[in-house]
């Protein structure tokens, strides 16, 4: 059993920098992909970032990448999402995932185990 406990959300203005957290519970958190989702108002919950179980890999959706970085630090069981250069699009409420097996990384029936979310609003 995992859990994960996101933080870091808030309100900021376009142009500006956040970073969420997400702390997982359990001593096999470095066997885990870790992904980031987020899910606007009306709309589908949809990939963001994730990074393989062996931490080797990252992958973005394209509407992110080059702006937004996932990393995990193992020894504090928690995975980042450092999100820069933030448009009012990026408004929603992000949610951290996780799950054991998983290869498609981008599929949000993939992941197991969900944390509660976090909300970003970002203002123009």
């Known amino acids: 059993q995992v859990q994960l406990v996101e933080s870091g959300g808030g309100l900021v203005q376009a142009g500006g920098s956040l970073r969420l957290s997400c702390a997982a519970s359990?001593?096999?958190?470095?066997?885990?992909?870790m992904g980031w989702f987020r899910q606007a108002p009306g709309k589908e919950r949809e990939f963001v970032a994730a990074?393989?179980?062996?931490?080797?890999?990252?992958y973005y959706a394209d509407s992110v990448k080059g702006r937004f970085t996932i990393s995990r630090e193992y020894a504090k069981n928690t995975v980042y999402l450092q999100m820069n250069s933030l448009k009012p699009e990026d408004t929603a409420v992000y949610y951290c995932?996780?799950?054991?097996?998983?290869?498609?990384?981008?599929?949000?029936?993939?992941?197991?185990?969900w944390g509660q979310g976090t909300q970003v609003t970002v203002s123009s």
């Open positions: 995932a996780a799950d054991r097996w998983t290869s498609s990384y981008h599929y949000t029936s993939e992941y197991q185990y």
């Open positions: 359990g001593r096999t958190f470095s066997t885990y992909a």
């Open positions: 990074n393989s179980q062996s931490g080797a890999s990252t």
